[in-house]
C-alpha cells in the first residue's frame, strides 16, 4: 500500500485506497479488508 486515502494519493483518479478523504472516512473496501484479516486468524 502507498498511502492512506485517496485524496492525497498519486493515483487518487483510480481511487485505490482504504480510505476516501481521511483515515475518518473509510471505504467499504476497508471493512472488507479488515474481515479477511480476521479471518485469516
Known amino acids: 500500500m502507498w498511502g492512506?486515502?485517496?485524496t492525497i494519493s498519486w493515483r487518487a483518479?483510480?481511487?485505490?485506497l482504504l480510505f476516501d478523504t481521511g483515515i475518518t472516512d473509510p471505504k467499504a473496501s476497508f471493512d472488507e479488508?479488515?474481515?479477511?484479516?480476521?479471518?485469516m486468524g
Open 33 to 39: 479488508f479488515i474481515n479477511a484479516a480476521k479471518s
Open 4 to 6: 492512506l486515502y485517496d
Open 13 to 16: 483518479s483510480c481511487s485505490p
